[in-house]
């Protein structure tokens, strides 16, 4: 099993910045990648961002790329996802996930933390 605990959402306004972060804990060797999703309200959850952990080779959906950049702390087990150039679209719960090697999909999910970005 592992653990994950998102934190860093909040409230802020269009052109602003926010970093997420989230840590995980418990049987984190098998951690292939991790990744951060969204869901807004009445839509479905979309990817966001991701990077492997072995190697820190990262993606991005296009609608983030430029704005967001994945990066992440070994020592700590930790991924941060920063967001810069927010806009209100980007408003939605942020989830961290992580895939483990040899499964089809990820396998645990945070809680999910709430950005709100005004207009």
């Known amino acids: 099993q592992v653990q994950l605990v998102e934190s860093g959402g909040g409230l802020v306004q269009a052109g602003g910045s926010l970093r997420l972060s989230c840590a995980a804990s418990?049987?984190?060797?098998?951690?292939?990648?991790m990744g951060w999703f969204r869901q807004a309200p009445g839509k479905e959850r979309e990817f966001v961002a991701a990077i492997t952990w072995s190697t820190s080779t990262t993606s991005y959906a296009d609608s983030v790329k430029g704005r967001f950049t994945i990066s992440k702390d070994n020592a700590k087990t930790t991924v941060y996802l920063q967001m810069n150039s927010l806009k209100p679209e980007d408003t939605a719960v942020y989830y961290c996930?992580?895939?483990?090697?040899?499964?089809?999909?990820?396998?645990?999910w945070g809680q999910g933390t709430q950005v709100t970005v005004s207009s």
């Open positions: 418990g049987r984190t060797f098998s951690t292939w990648r």
């Open positions: 996930a992580v895939h483990e090697r040899g499964t089809p999909q990820y396998d645990y």
